[in-house]
């Protein structure tokens, strides 16, 4: 009884203190992020590439088939009710506030977020970022920042990207296939989906960069310098980016919803 | 800052550290003389690298001082750690290159964080350094293309890319044909007699350090057992030295690893 009471007393202790390792860690990043983004604009910009670019083939794969996915459930649920000319604004609204934002986070996490963790953690195992600093150049400043701010600006772009291409399916699928009437289709999205609910999105979708990023660089910069360490930190990039960008998604559409 | 010993360029005194409670140092005293070549023996596992890190601030003792020009390493703030770094150079044991850079961006990585100098001079900066180390034609490889050895040399065109004050070697010569480690040698003392610089050696190539070494360090126990000029230790009546010195098998340093009984264990008597 008393082992299991100390187990658990452990892991709520080892919790509370990679949560506080990862706060200051956070402002740590958060410091020095402006200062880089001005002086050091190039590693910026390249890992905006590295996190963004490189992940448009999953982004547009995924954000067409969600897409064709939801114009077939959508067309097969609303004309039960005789209102599958809402095509339109049921799939929009379904990806600009809640689809595009979480899948785009959780895609990210398992593209450029393990590439991220690992690129890090390889780093520290063969000693780069030991002779970084070395060479009095902090490894937080040269190599965790600019992937931090790339993952940042990427993401609410990925966003914007995996949604259009979404739409489109639902537009293929429920015009192309199923015969929904293409002015029905637009203008009652046009009429429908507002600023508002984009704002929703966009808001989501900074947010979840954030913790995407944040998780993946820290999992990486703190990771055992072994094989099997780096594949453990990468594989917790995975599952705590899930975990966190789901619990968050709901605390913020309760706070925006109100 | 309280100057704690001014005579030596690096000094080490008395220091205890412990590694998840093992001791590896228990009172060791070490003076790295200022213009000289000191190389720094010992089996494996006595802590060489870790005298490295604790040296460069990587680690702190947990008793005693280690002190660079003067100033205690433990004391000091990141700034003046960083400002202490940018006058040292160190050649880690697997190089450390950084991969997503090519060999020439490698070697001009610490002028362009630390310098504004203009490209054309840091480009030749960076290819009189790699023409020193023999890999001048390498500037456009990538970390990947290059041998073990080959990514050592461009570490150390690397690490004296910033004509440091001191030079730190963590096994410069290991793994290197000898035609490279030949060139290594000659390099290290010549940075040291051209430039003045201090360069401290952590190496089990015995004979070939102790070709170029002014002072030698051999460590055991957590302790220095033996110092002095090569030619000293070789004299040295110290069982281990002479055993250190000789690369024999028997003697008081075990080659095994203490282990349960090897016919017990090859029966399966003990248990797994």
Same mark, same amino acid.
């Not at chain 1, 658990?8 to 992020?33: D, M, P």
């Not at chain 1, 070395?134 to 701010?149: E, T, W």
């Not at chain 1, 507002?194 to 990771?223: E, P, R, W």
């Not at chain 2, 001191?166 to 000659?186: F, K």
């Given at each position: 009884m008393n082992d299991w009471l100390c187990e658990i007393r452990e892991g709520i202790e080892a919790f509370v203190r990679s949560v506080g390792e990862l706060t200051l860690f956070f402002f740590n990043i958060a410091i020095y992020s402006p200062r880089t983004l001005v002086r050091r604009p190039g590693l910026v910009v390249k890992q905006v590439f590295n996190s963004g670019a490189m992940s448009m083939t999953i982004i547009l794969t995924c954000g067409l088939f969600v897409g064709m996915v939801l114009g077939l459930q959508g067309f097969d649920t609303l004309q039960r009710f005789g209102a599958e000319e809402a095509l339109g604004t049921f799939a929009t609204l379904s990806l600009v506030k809640e689809l595009g934002p979480v899948l785009t986070a959780l895609l990210f996490s398992g593209r450029a977020g393990t590439a991220l963790a690992s690129e890090i953690g390889l780093m520290r195992a063969t000693d780069q970022l030991a002779a970084m600093e070395m060479m009095a150049v902090d490894p937080v400043r040269r190599i965790v920042i600019p992937r931090f701010l790339g993952g940042v600006i990427a993401m609410p772009f990925l966003t914007a990207i995996f949604n259009m291409i979404a739409i489109f399916g639902a537009f293929l699928v429920g015009v192309t296939f199923m015969g929904v009437d293409q002015g029905a289709f637009w203008s009652q999205m046009h009429a429908n989906v507002t600023v508002a609910d984009v704002n929703q999105g966009v808001i989501k979708s900074l947010v979840f960069g954030i913790v995407a990023s944040l998780l993946a660089v820290y999992q990486g910069y703190t990771s055992v310098p072994t094989a099997e360490g780096v594949g453990r930190a990468t594989t917790r990039t995975v599952v705590t980016t899930a975990i966190t960008v789901l619990i968050l998604d709901y605390l913020l559409t309760a706070t925006l919803i109100g | 800052m309280k100057n704690n010993c001014p005579e030596s360029i690096v000094e080490i005194r008395d220091v205890v550290f412990f590694r998840d409670a093992k001791p590896?140092? !228990?009172g060791l005293n070490i003076k790295i003389p200022r213009g000289k070549i000191t190389a720094v023996m010992g089996p494996s596992g006595t802590g060489k690298t870790t005298l490295l890190r604790l040296i460069t601030g990587q680690l702190t003792p947990d008793r005693g001082h280690v002190c660079v020009e003067g100033q205690d390493v433990a004391q000091m703030s990141r700034d003046q750690l960083f400002a202490m770094r940018r006058k040292m150079g160190m050649l880690f044991q697997n190089g450390a %290159? *950084? $991969? +997503? *850079? !090519?060999v020439f961006e490698n070697v001009a990585f610490p002028l362009r964080e630390h310098t504004d100098l203009p490209e054309k001079l840091i480009r030749h900066i960076v290819l009189t350094k790699l023409h020193a180390v023999g890999?001048?034609? $390498?500037?456009? /490889? /990538? #970390? &990947?293309? %290059? &041998?073990g050895g080959m990514a050592r040399r461009v570490a150390l065109a690397r690490s004296m890319a910033m004509d440091p004050e001191i030079i730190i070697y963590d096994e #410069?010569?290991?793994? %290197? +044909?000898p035609i490279s480690m030949g060139v290594i040698l000659r390099l290290i003392k010549r940075l040291n007699d051209a430039l003045g610089i201090t360069s401290i050696v952590v190496s089990h190539d015995v004979h070939e350090i102790g070709s170029i070494a002014d002072c030698s360090y051999l460590m055991a126990d957590g302790k220095v057992i033996a110092s002095g000029a090569p030619d000293e230790l070789r004299k040295d009546g110290n069982p281990i030295v002479q055993q250190f010195m000789a690369g024999m098998a028997e003697g008081p340093v075990p080659f095994h690893y203490p282990g349960p009984d090897y016919e017990e264990q090859l029966l399966g008597k003990v248990a797994e």
């Amino acid at each position: 009884m008393n082992d299991w009471l100390c187990e658990i007393r452990e892991g709520i202790e080892a919790f509370v203190r990679s949560v506080g390792e990862l706060t200051l860690f956070f402002f740590n990043i958060a410091i020095y992020s402006p200062r880089t983004l001005v002086r050091r604009p190039g590693l910026v910009v390249k890992q905006v590439f590295n996190s963004g670019a490189m992940s448009m083939t999953i982004i547009l794969t995924c954000g067409l088939f969600v897409g064709m996915v939801l114009g077939l459930q959508g067309f097969d649920t609303l004309q039960r009710f005789g209102a599958e000319e809402a095509l339109g604004t049921f799939a929009t609204l379904s990806l600009v506030k809640e689809l595009g934002p979480v899948l785009t986070a959780l895609l990210f996490s398992g593209r450029a977020g393990t590439a991220l963790a690992s690129e890090i953690g390889l780093m520290r195992a063969t000693d780069q970022l030991a002779a970084m600093e070395m060479m009095a150049v902090d490894p937080v400043r040269r190599i965790v920042i600019p992937r931090f701010l790339g993952g940042v600006i990427a993401m609410p772009f990925l966003t914007a990207i995996f949604n259009m291409i979404a739409i489109f399916g639902a537009f293929l699928v429920g015009v192309t296939f199923m015969g929904v009437d293409q002015g029905a289709f637009w203008s009652q999205m046009h009429a429908n989906v507002t600023v508002a609910d984009v704002n929703q999105g966009v808001i989501k979708s900074l947010v979840f960069g954030i913790v995407a990023s944040l998780l993946a660089v820290y999992q990486g910069y703190t990771s055992v310098p072994t094989a099997e360490g780096v594949g453990r930190a990468t594989t917790r990039t995975v599952v705590t980016t899930a975990i966190t960008v789901l619990i968050l998604d709901y605390l913020l559409t309760a706070t925006l919803i109100g | 800052m309280k100057n704690n010993c001014p005579e030596s360029i690096v000094e080490i005194r008395d220091v205890v550290f412990f590694r998840d409670a093992k001791p590896i140092f !228990n009172g060791l005293n070490i003076k790295i003389p200022r213009g000289k070549i000191t190389a720094v023996m010992g089996p494996s596992g006595t802590g060489k690298t870790t005298l490295l890190r604790l040296i460069t601030g990587q680690l702190t003792p947990d008793r005693g001082h280690v002190c660079v020009e003067g100033q205690d390493v433990a004391q000091m703030s990141r700034d003046q750690l960083f400002a202490m770094r940018r006058k040292m150079g160190m050649l880690f044991q697997n190089g450390a %290159l *950084l $991969t +997503d *850079l !090519n060999v020439f961006e490698n070697v001009a990585f610490p002028l362009r964080e630390h310098t504004d100098l203009p490209e054309k001079l840091i480009r030749h900066i960076v290819l009189t350094k790699l023409h020193a180390v023999g890999l001048r034609g $390498t500037w456009r /490889m /990538m #970390p &990947s293309e %290059l &041998s073990g050895g080959m990514a050592r040399r461009v570490a150390l065109a690397r690490s004296m890319a910033m004509d440091p004050e001191i030079i730190i070697y963590d096994e #410069p010569l290991a793994g %290197l +044909d000898p035609i490279s480690m030949g060139v290594i040698l000659r390099l290290i003392k010549r940075l040291n007699d051209a430039l003045g610089i201090t360069s401290i050696v952590v190496s089990h190539d015995v004979h070939e350090i102790g070709s170029i070494a002014d002072c030698s360090y051999l460590m055991a126990d957590g302790k220095v057992i033996a110092s002095g000029a090569p030619d000293e230790l070789r004299k040295d009546g110290n069982p281990i030295v002479q055993q250190f010195m000789a690369g024999m098998a028997e003697g008081p340093v075990p080659f095994h690893y203490p282990g349960p009984d090897y016919e017990e264990q090859l029966l399966g008597k003990v248990a797994e």
